[in-house]
């Protein structure tokens, strides 16, 4: 078979009821009002804002974080970094060690035509960073980043750090402009006291790789780091210089289960997001059966919400089939549209094409998903 494109699944002017299923629902008054929420909450602050597009892969969600003030996005992979770069987005940070010829080239090609930076966290990826600019004559902004308590990747902190970036800035196609400082694992702490000791560590840690830096004659333009659940603390301090959240646009369920400091879920945005599924099989009364399986949304970080019906729970999904366990006697019609909230909302935007965007029940924009599948 041909390749071809999939239309989107709703048009402009439609009705969700008649949207086709599984889709990818933006609710737009939600996703401006959790915009809203997070210039409201930063206003006053010296810090500059890089969202993070591996929540969206979305040119035009980009683009409307531009022009509210951005200085640039973040991404996670060269191909994610290429979609969104063909569209216009000209500042990007590919918040990932770049590793690879392949890659390398790619990206060396990418930074002639766009401000691109990357983080290293080893010598030998930055010799290898330095041979795929020089040659094509390109210059790389490059971070170091440094592991603050996500066990993730990263230098050590401090005297090592700096010495990866003296070397960065001993290459003659390279810039050292800073330090990646990202505590993922601190993003999903339930309780503020959590995320609070979290961060306080990790900002320890960037500030005694400052003061690795000064003692060698270096300094940071930029410390970054920060996610949607602890961007207010690392924005609070006199440490971080810019923050990269990423799932404020949409939230997920898992988000919704951090806490506030009364012990109560967390509201600071809405959901926005949706998996909207159709009823295609009520084999009893207490169970309904949806064609949003796990083709449909990613359930790693627990399953999807059932949205506007109270006492529903999706409880287990199939590749093309979700169950939904449902109160004795509650009606649910085979053909009826609900509404899910993805468990994670970063794989779960990977697995569409299109964001359909609705306002109060009408699709009034289907965007593309332009970095889909882009993890290479």
Request: aromatic residues 4%; hydrophobic residues 45%; charged residues 20%.
């Amino acid at each position: 078979m041909a390749d071809r494109a999939l239309p989107p699944p709703g048009v402009p002017g439609m009705t969700i009821a008649d949207v086709d299923t599984p889709a990818l629902l933006l609710d737009l008054d939600a996703f401006e009002h959790n915009l809203d929420t997070l210039d409201r909450s930063l206003a006053g602050r010296s810090i500059r804002v890089r969202p993070h597009a591996k929540s969206h892969k979305c040119p035009d969600i980009a683009r409307i974080q531009l022009q509210r003030g951005a200085v640039g996005v973040c991404c996670q992979k060269v191909s994610e970094a290429e979609a969104l770069a063909d569209a216009g987005i000209g500042d990007i940070m590919i918040s990932n060690e770049v590793i690879g010829a392949t890659k390398l080239a790619r990206l060396a090609a990418l930074a002639m035509c766009a401000r691109v930076s990357v983080l290293a966290d080893a010598a030998e990826g930055i010799d290898a960073l330095q041979l795929a600019a020089r040659t094509v004559g390109a210059h790389i902004d490059v971070l170091v980043e440094i592991d603050v308590g996500a066990g993730r990747c990263g230098a050590q902190p401090g005297a090592a750090a700096a010495t990866l970036a003296q070397h960065i800035a001993d290459q003659p196609n390279l810039h050292f402009r800073g330090i990646h400082a990202y505590h993922g694992g601190a993003q999903h702490l339930r309780t503020p006291a959590e995320r609070e000791q979290a961060i306080a560590a990790a900002t320890a840690l960037v500030t005694t790789t400052l003061d690795a830096l000064a003692h060698i004659g270096l300094a940071a333009e930029i410390v970054t780091g920060a996610g949607t659940g602890t961007y207010l603390l690392e924005a609070s301090g006199s440490v971080y210089n810019e923050i990269q959240p990423g799932s404020y646009v949409f939230m997920d369920a898992d988000y919704g289960r951090n806490l506030d400091a009364g012990g109560a879920p967390l509201r600071t945005f809405r959901h926005s997001l949706f998996v909207l599924t159709t009823v295609m099989s009520r084999p009893t009364a207490s169970r309904a059966v949806v064609d949003a399986g796990l083709k449909a949304h990613s359930i790693d970080s627990g399953l999807p919400l059932v949205a506007d019906l109270p006492g529903a729970r999706y409880s287990r999904a199939s590749d093309e089939h979700g169950v939904i366990e449902l109160d004795a006697g509650q009606a649910l019609p085979l053909g009826t549209k609900i509404r899910l909230i993805p468990g994670h909302c970063d794989p779960t935007v990977n697995l569409h094409d299109w964001l359909v965007c609705v306002r109060k029940g009408i699709v009034e924009a289907v965007w593309p998903v332009a970095g889909r599948g882009a993890f290479y």
